[in-house]
Nanobody, 124 residues
Framework: QVQLVESGGGLVQAGGSLRLSCVVSGRTSRHFQMAWFRQAPGKEREFVAGITWSTSTNYADSVKGRFTISRDYDKNAAYLQMNSLKPDDTAVYYC??????????????????WGQGTQVTVSS
């Protein structure tokens, strides 16, 4: 049973930083492509950043230059460092994983495993 557990969300002022963590259990994360998505109230879940098994990364245009995705195979985890946060970044952030050796998948329906989500709120 694969499980993903996110942590690190919270309330921060605009311009601040947060670091989200996603720990994978049940199977080594080395085989997974991992990504962060977010969903604001009344909106669809959207791709934020992804990292492949070979550590190639991909970002949504809205977060390029501000967010950084990384992974630690020893800790079976992925991270999202979020800097220069804006009120528009407010959402529930979800970690997704899928066994894949291809380029980054950006659609939620391409991911098989999800965490429970962590709330990020950026005040103006």
């Amino acid at each position: 049973q694969v499980q993903l557990v996110e942590s690190g969300g919270g309330l921060v002022q605009a311009g601040g930083s947060l670091r989200l963590s996603c720990v994978v259990s049940g199977r080594t994360s080395r085989h997974f492509q991992m990504a962060w998505f977010r969903q604001a109230p009344g909106k669809e879940r959207e791709f934020v950043a992804g990292i492949t098994w070979s550590t190639s990364t991909n970002y949504a245009d809205s977060v390029k230059g501000r967010f950084t995705i990384s992974r630690d195979y020893d800790k079976n985890a992925a991270y999202l460092q979020m800097n220069s946060l804006k009120p528009d970044d407010t959402a529930v952030y979800y970690c997704g994983a899928v066994i894949s050796m291809t380029t980054t998948k950006v659609h939620p329906n391409e991911y098989d495993y999800w965490g429970q989500g962590t709330q990020v709120t950026v005040s103006s």
